[in-house]
């Protein structure tokens, strides 16, 4: 095991251009910038890659958890079984961004920028989609999703790498908020949601019936 810390440019050696929206968030008090945009499935296969596994770097060089084998075959599962598939938005770090042209339309500011290919960059919330969309392109007859889209948060830290320890602690952070501050509904409240399978939706059904009973 190297204890090392990991660079991540982008893995087709090519910048990436995006289009962006200016968002404001609380995170920006610590001196970072915040964007909203769109990418296709191969944008993001090409130009994004998960952190290496804790077998590989040490644990103390880790920004964020090995991906989760059991979410992406949970991933994988979802894509053959559902009848509409979407995906919530990924949440992307990069030290730098190169900003080109802007417009404001409305109260909101659009900015044509470029992700240069040696740009440190991060999956912070979001490595299991990318695995999934990984696997899912690595087959040749599923070129018809190279085009499907998913959105993304992009903060940008301006720093010399996602490496410094200013980067490293707010990456870490971000972490902890999405994962160890929120609560999961529970498993009941989940399954009433859930109208994917026969079970849950004669549960549904069953729920309403009593409901109109009253």
Known sequence: MNNQNETITSPCNKPLLVVLFKSKEGIEQRG??????????????????????????????KKQRDVDTKRVNGLKQFWTTSQGTVFPNITLFANSLSLKNSVTVGNKLIIEA?????????????QGRQAFIDW??????????????????????????????????????????YHVKLTKPNSSISKHFDNSTVLSRLMNDYLALQVDSY
């Open 114 to 126: 470029t992700l240069e290919k040696n740009a440190d960059r991060f999956i912070a919330d979001g």
């Open 32 to 61: 970072v910038q915040c964007y909203e945009g769109v990418m296709t499935f191969k944008e993001l296969v090409d130009h994004f890659k998960a952190e290496k596994g804790s077998e590989e770097i040490g644990e103390v060089d």
């Open 136 to 177: 899912l392109l690595s087959d040749e007859s599923n070129a018809e999703f190279e085009d499907h889209t998913i959105s993304f948060k992009l903060i940008v830290t301006q720093t010399e790498s996602l490496s410094t320890p200013k980067a490293v602690q707010i990456i870490r952070q971000l972490f902890a908020d």
